[in-house]
């Protein structure tokens, strides 16, 4: 596709200079006038009853502005399904729990004040398990729901279920069947900037937050909804993000931290800043979600799947945030993860006093594939059947509508497999097999066209162009780093006919913006960049317009000049039809020429020079060229059954791993590991491998080395010291395979790839290790001490 | 709130004369890599920390009848000495491992013996090598073999107004080959799970003349491993006798190893016995003739 | 809160700041002199985010006394690119090869690797990795950080990597 001037090349991040500059303003570095500093002091139980909260103390010391507790703000619930409040009162369910919160003049005056607060716990009956608090008997982390009706058990009214085909049916036709039980643990997202923002109130009480969230819009509202009930009904709100640190999920939804720092802005009428600490940041941002599988499956003699039926349970700690969604995008894998005709999802989330859970990069599809990933191997196995020639018997194709109703249009599945097989060698390393040596593979399904979580997908973007051919671009997404200015600014460059230098943006700010659903679900990029195309247009008629408008003066203005300098001169006899209609016209890399005669020597003009003509000229012609558009996607929202093609397009993709395991110690080194993923088109290549490598590297952390040791409800290690996130000297030789087979829907034919790159690799590393040594470790992270008690046991 | 005064004393002189004034009020601080971090973590401090980066002629790695080398050493200055890693093998192991580049830069190697955390790196080496530890104090001079400076978790003989002025390492050392291996669960930014040192002499028929056997993590202190040391001598270095010596050191007669949230004591052991026949093979074929 | 007098060289300029003795480099440098791009991570010297130069060698400024920086010289992002703004090679190799995503790491990550490479022009990648193996990175996975540091290494000569101060 070299017919593109900027699509498909790797443009360098020059618009981020300020990042390498130590220019770019994070959260960190914000300082607003008068600023104050929030901490915030968390419950020393996992379950116990407040009697008595003495802040006198705490008060009287110099330098403190406000101290709040549950019992002076209005006792609003807030969180998806309304389980908790920002601060509480009577009872703390989890070691986390924040029972007050202080503003002071600097951050060490104000952890100073938590220390002098006294708060006086009742310890009650708690319960760490998700399976024992299913138990009757178990103790209720929570007595009553949101409308206050009384709960007689622990389990959150969120039933997933998903249901096609018949399972029965499945079994019948099934030649070979297998049962598999696994299980993943909470890891943290480790963002490297800190969670943190600063509210900010007008003299009326409007708000301005600044923040670091992905969802400018839906937070916005989230907010108001929260005002309407603290009496700030109808005060507006601006949401603007400083530069973010890093998301992967944290930054989904309005964390209670949000609402603890507009309280104290609220009360002490100042700026307040509240900014963790990465101790903090491990025990008191809520991670990814954990989850128990039983999973089963059959195929036929040939191999062909017959059924998928799997029931999960999931850990959801003390409150409800996104982790308890995740089963609506397990559903995806469950249903959709190869051709399989009979599917049972069914998930149940329980309450605990563990730490709950939020989203983290892949939302669900990492646990979920991490089940069914395991089942295929296992199934391949017992059907004898080599594990890729069994992946590619059952691949995705083009054309599938799976039982979710997902439409399957562009799909490389077969080419991810395939180039996995021979990257890695596979047939001769499994002809050929070496001790303590094996090669194992997985493959993903992700939503890559948008994602209709909400009842609106949409993405609305304003292009303007002033008179020196700068544009400005007012984007509703936000970017968390992965390169988001760069690739819709060569987006619009290429749409638009100018480079990529001339495209200014603006993200992240709700004053700035139309609306988006929100940067996740891998979808910015296909949505901002398909209203960015569609906007082009809009815009590039109107330049055109102007085109035809005034070409011919400045041409034959040029002539004129000409003469009058060289009086011998002889005016070109030209054929001005050519610009004369919009329609014959185009841009290119700044000059605007005609179609039919693109290299004509007085035709082709640089459009810089049009618009400087064309903009403020005078009274009733001055004008200026912007234009807006909205794009919605043509999706479905998910039925009452869970079905829905709720994105235009998906990703697949196939990991590869060869593994060696050192049978004294347990320890796994990666030889190779390949990542082959279907991206319709690569927008920046080097940019796009960024996404793959930093997903696959925390794919290799979830199924190997990380993990939040809770012991009875407590985070054990809270620190980069004990939580094993992988460092540069843990080298992990990656070979990218980029597919691109193009997508109708897509920008450019671009589809989403953020997510992708973590999925399949710890199921690919679990599989390779059960090729390495016979034995299969079925609960991440895959430690050298499991493996060595699993060599124990087999022998 | 966390408050103290730093003061930055030029010669031991004005060491021990603050620490005349301030008494236990004082605490010595080097690098900074431990002392500041301890302070973030329970924030609190003492009420007067005393520098020692101004005694500069205290870095130093020399080589004169045995080798000395200055307390205020930098890990950095350890790594990248080719002396050290020709001749001291174990100790430029553990020294290169610690932390990171920027911890290697400023922490010195007195400061991380004194700190005495079961988990330090260089302590494991210096036991193997048979270090000396000379220490200075306002009576004057003394020198504790490293085996008996340390009492238990963070503590040392080491008097509160005592400066660790030196390592000194027996020149016998210099016929050994030695070899560190920190275990742990990615390779930087670690603490060790365990740490084993081992250094090796080699008679004339390839038979190992002596051996020293150190193990970190294994107990409330540093130890060395002395009856797998005594069943090496006179043997010749081959799998099954490594094998036995690995068992040994890991066993009841050589160490006492626990449970913790970090690592079972039973995947301890099992490293013992795997890395004691490994780093023996490798300090063997780092013995120079 | 005894406040303490320092004088040392900051990105080549003499400076001098009274600061409160218990500041560490890092709040110094980030409050006094409101040079941002040091970050404070994790406060404990874990995470690299903080990283600065100080006579030449890599320090977590987050663990470093103030009073410890009297007589010395100090380099941080602000201070690398030359004086009439043209980008260090390390800052150009960082934005073409994707070394920065979210940027957070990006000031301690490039003073690692500043260290290194005026001290070693010419480093494997062994070596490279080895410089930042204290500089945690979750969005790129190090791989295009490594390659931007070899690049900046092929690409310049000696005189350009430590022409800046």
Redesign the interface.
Known sequence: MSEYLYVGKSIPRTIETDKVTGRAIYIDDLKRPGMLYGKILYSKYAHAKIKNIDKSKAEKLPGVRAILTGYDIPDVRVGFIKDQTVLKRDVVRQFRDEVAAVAAISPEIAEEALDLIKVEYEELPAVFDPVEAMKEGAPLVHEVDARGRPLKSNLLPLPWKFYAGDIETGRKASAYTVKDSVSTTWVNQCCMGPSGCVAEFDMNNNLTLYDQTNVIHLGKQRIMEYFAQIGLKGKKVRVVNTIVGGSFGTKLDTDIYEFICMQLALKTRKPVKILFSREEEFFALPPRQPAIFDIEQGCDKEGRLTFRKCEAILDNGAYTSWGATTPSVMMMPMSSLYRVPNVSFEATCVYTNNIYCQAMRGYGNPQASFAVETSMDTLAEEAGIDPAEFRLINRNQSGDETPQRLKITSCGMEECINSVKEKLDWDKKKKDKKKARGVGMASLIHVAGGARVYMSDGHGIMIKVDQNGWIDVFESGTDQGQGSPTVISQIVAEALGFKPEDVSLTMGDTGLSLWDAGTHASRHTFMAGNAAIRCCEKVKKQILDMAVQYMPKLIKGGFKRKKRKDPDFVEPDLDYSLISNPENLDIKDRMVFPRSDPDHPYFKMDVREIVRSGLHVGVGDSRVVVAEEFYDPPTEMLDREMKGNLSMTYAFGTTGVEVEVDEETGEITILKLIAAHDVGKAINPTLLLGQVYGAVYTGVGYGLTEEIKVVNGRVMNPSFRDYKMLTAKDVIPITPVVIEPGDEDGPFGAKGIGEPGLVPTAPAIANAIYDAIGVRITDLPITPEKILTALNNKQ | ??????R?PQSLKEVFSLFKEYGPKATM?AG??DV??KI??T?K?PEV?I?L?GLKDLRYIRKNNGYHIGALTTH?MLEQSDLVKTELSALHDGASEV?????R??ATVGGNICNAAPSADTSGPLLALDATVVLEGPEGRRSVPIADFFTGTYRTVRKADEVLVEFRIPPEMEGFGSAYWK?S???????PLLGISVALKLSENKEISDARISLTVAAPTPIRAYKAEEFLKGKPLDDDVLREAGKIASSRDCCSLRDS????AW?RE??IQ?FVPRMARLAAERIRN | MKKVSVSFTLNGDPVTSEVPITWSLLKTLREYFELNGAKKGCGVGECGACTVIVDGDAVSSCLYPIPEIEGRSVTTIEGIASADGALHPLQKSFLENNGVQCGYCTSGMIMSAKSLLDQNPDPTEDEIRTSISGNFCRCTGYIQIVEAIGMAAKESDRKELLNFP
Not at chain 2, 99 to 103: A, E, T
Not at chain 2, 185 to 191: P, S, V
Not at chain 2, 261 to 264: E, H, I, K, N, V
């Open positions: 709130m966390i408050d103290y005064d730093y930055k601080i900074g890599t500041m971090v973030r973590n924030k401090a920390l520098s980066r950095r932390g990171s580049v920027q911890i830069n400023v275990h669960r990615r390779k930087a930014m670690e603490l949230l970090r690592c079972a995947y099992k490293i795997v």
